[in-house]
Structure formats: structure tokens, C-alpha cells
């Protein structure tokens, strides 16, 4: 417990400083030349009993907590859709209305469904349905 309390006020000037995650914590502690509690150099689980021991939360930085990420994952996928309904509007414009053909013609650009697999008819209807293009 001495050690921990002799690197407090590390840690708090390190947090102060805004380094936000374990490794970012171990990394600057050995960059420091502090040594881990039995000699050696940190690795993140020695921080994180570290600051269990000093009862020091780590706040996630704002760009890696979960509504941050589920907002980019949405922001990323309505655009590919987007891309999707472009295509399968122009696709439809150039005179092809069946669900397979326009499957066809989707894996002939190599325009991928959401999870990277090859289209079929049945794919391209729902995601017309969805898109409100049927």
C-alpha cells in the first residue's frame, strides 16, 4: 500500500493531463522510470489494481463510450444505405426490375449487403421494402 500512495500523486497529475486508458497509465509510468511493485515495468492489470487500491475511477474518453460508438456505427450504416438506394435506383432506371437481376447487377459492381455477402433477389426486396423503393 506505500507504494501506491508514494505514486498518488503521479497518477492524479497523469489523469489530470488527460492520459485516459490503462496502457496509456502503464506506458507513462515506465516512461518515467517508475518501477512496478515487485521492480520490473507496468503493465495495464498492474495499473488497474493500482487504482483500485487508490480508488481511482478512469472516466472512457468521450469517443469510446457506448452512445459515441452506436452513434458512428448508425451514422456509417445510413450512409451505405444511401450508397445502396442510389445504386439500386439507377440500377432500376437503366430498365431492370427484377429482384435477381438487380442482385446480378449489384454483385457485378461488387456492392456488398451489410455484412459483406454476395445479393440474392430476396435480399434486394427487403431492401427495397425497407428503403421505400418497392
Same mark, same amino acid.
Given at each position: 500500500?506505500?507504494?501506491?500512495?508514494?505514486?498518488?500523486?503521479?497518477?492524479?497529475?497523469?489523469?489530470?493531463?488527460?492520459?485516459?486508458?490503462?496502457?496509456?497509465?502503464?506506458?507513462?509510468?515506465?516512461?518515467g522510470?517508475?518501477?512496478? =511493485?515487485?521492480?520490473?515495468?507496468?503493465?495495464?492489470?498492474?495499473? /488497474?489494481?493500482?487504482?483500485?487500491?487508490?480508488?481511482?475511477?478512469?472516466?472512457?474518453?468521450?469517443?469510446?463510450?457506448?452512445?459515441?460508438?452506436?452513434?458512428?456505427?448508425?451514422?456509417?450504416?445510413?450512409?451505405?444505405?444511401?450508397?445502396?438506394?442510389?445504386?439500386?435506383? /439507377?440500377?432500376?432506371e437503366?430498365?431492370?426490375?427484377?429482384?435477381? /437481376?438487380?442482385?446480378?447487377?449489384?454483385?457485378?459492381?461488387?456492392?456488398?449487403?451489410?455484412?459483406?455477402?454476395?445479393?440474392?433477389?430476396?435480399?434486394v426486396?427487403?431492401?427495397? =421494402?425497407?428503403?421505400?423503393?418497392?
Amino acid at each position: 500500500m506505500a507504494h501506491a500512495r508514494a505514486l498518488d500523486p503521479v497518477i492524479r497529475e497523469l489523469l489530470t493531463a488527460g492520459v485516459t486508458s490503462l496502457a496509456g497509465v502503464a506506458q507513462a509510468l515506465n516512461n518515467g522510470g517508475y518501477t512496478a =511493485i515487485r521492480g520490473g515495468s507496468w503493465a495495464p492489470t498492474q495499473v /488497474e489494481f493500482l487504482l483500485q487500491r487508490l480508488d481511482v475511477v478512469l472516466k472512457p474518453p468521450v469517443l469510446f463510450t457506448k452512445t459515441a460508438i452506436t452513434v458512428r456505427r448508425t451514422i456509417a450504416s445510413r450512409a451505405l444505405a444511401d450508397v445502396r438506394a442510389r445504386t439500386i435506383a /439507377e440500377i432500376r432506371e437503366g430498365g431492370v426490375t427484377l429482384f435477381a /437481376e438487380i442482385a446480378r447487377k449489384l454483385n457485378a459492381r461488387g456492392i456488398t449487403t451489410r455484412f459483406g455477402n454476395v445479393w440474392d433477389g430476396t435480399q434486394v426486396r427487403r431492401v427495397m =421494402i425497407w428503403l421505400e423503393l418497392y
